[in-house]
């Protein structure tokens, strides 16, 4: 249903009304628009979503500042869409799409580490590879080589393997804590997802709760003055 109202223009107040009149404005509407449905096929479900919208924002001032700062624009997104013939929550909804999108995350990290440990595999038989050709070149040099030459060079290429893997070993251990610390990060980001999830649920909880509320007041409202108009009637 298009709607070229503002939002004050749709609970028929002013745009400095305050919280006590927008509300009063709303039941008023509601239970006008209750009384339509009573008597036709549901023709006033339309107006209805457009007035829920508003009260929506304007009875939260948070909602309402963020509102009239962009201008009055009447199509600001409602936040949380009431649809009476969902029967999955709002909890549900949330949680089954944030375990959809960990699940996701978790499926792209075990790939990405699959492949890191792929290269690192292919890196080291290159350096095997290297250090075999290089054994044997030495191998044919040591047959020129007097006793004490070869003494030095052995004591040499034994300080260099030492050397190395000493250096792998520290790679090996800054990959480690690499490793870990991206573990922790991700594990406090979907920490951080799930409690954001939780408490966005909550918030659509109350919401629905508050709007429950609202509809049986304004019925008992409406009983009570149908008693009272039956009440005069007999007298």
Avoid at 6 to 15: K, P, R
Avoid at 89 to 108: D, R
Avoid at 110 to 121: C, N, Y
Wanted: no cysteine.
């Amino acid at each position: 249903m298009k709607n070229d109202k503002s939002h004050y223009e749709l609970l028929g107040v002013q745009s400095s009304a305050s919280g006590e009149e927008i509300k009063e404005a709303y039941e008023r509407l509601i239970a006008q628009l209750l009384a339509e449905n009573a008597n036709s096929s549901g023709s006033a479900d339309g107006r209805r979503h457009l007035i829920d919208n508003a009260y929506w924002i304007l009875s939260d001032a948070q909602r309402r500042s963020v509102y009239d700062a962009g201008g009055g624009m009447q199509h600001l997104p409602l936040k949380l869409s009431v649809q009476v013939k969902e029967r999955k929550s709002p909890l549900q909804k949330t949680v089954l799409v944030l375990f959809g999108v960990v699940l996701v995350m978790g499926i792209v990290t075990q790939v990405g580490f699959m492949m890191l440990g792929g290269r690192r595999a292919a890196n080291m038989a290159g350096e095997l590879h290297r250090e075999k050709i290089m054994l044997e070149e030495q191998k044919q040099e040591m047959g020129y080589m007097t006793a004490k030459e070869r003494e030095t060079e052995a004591q040499r290429r034994e300080e260099y393997e030492q050397q190395r893997q000493e250096s792998e070993r520290r790679r090996a251990e800054e990959r480690q804590a690499r490793e870990l610390e991206e573990n922790r990060r991700y594990a406090d980001r979907v920490s951080r997802e799930l409690r954001d999830a939780e408490a966005q649920a909550q918030r659509e909880a109350e919401y629905e709760r508050q709007r429950k509320e609202r509809e049986e007041e304004i019925k008992r409202r409406q009983e009570e003055e149908r008693l009272a108009r039956l009440r005069r009637g007999l007298y």
